[in-house]
C-alpha cells in the first residue's frame, strides 16, 4: 500500500487555511476530502 503523495502547494494552501484563515483542522480535512473525492 502506497502512501498518497500531494504537491507541495496543496499542503501549503491547507495549513494557511487553518493558520492564516482560521478554520479548523476538521473542517479543512473534509473539504478537502470532499474535493478529492469529487475528482474521482
Known sequence: ???K???EEF???A???V???GHSV???AE???R???ARL
Do not use: W
Open 1 to 3: 500500500m502506497s502512501a
Open 5 to 7: 503523495r500531494f504537491p
Open 11 to 13: 499542503k501549503i494552501q
Open 15 to 17: 495549513v494557511k487555511q
Open 19 to 21: 493558520t492564516d484563515k
Open 26 to 28: 476538521a473542517s479543512v
Open 31 to 33: 473539504r478537502l476530502k
Open 35 to 37: 474535493l478529492m473525492m
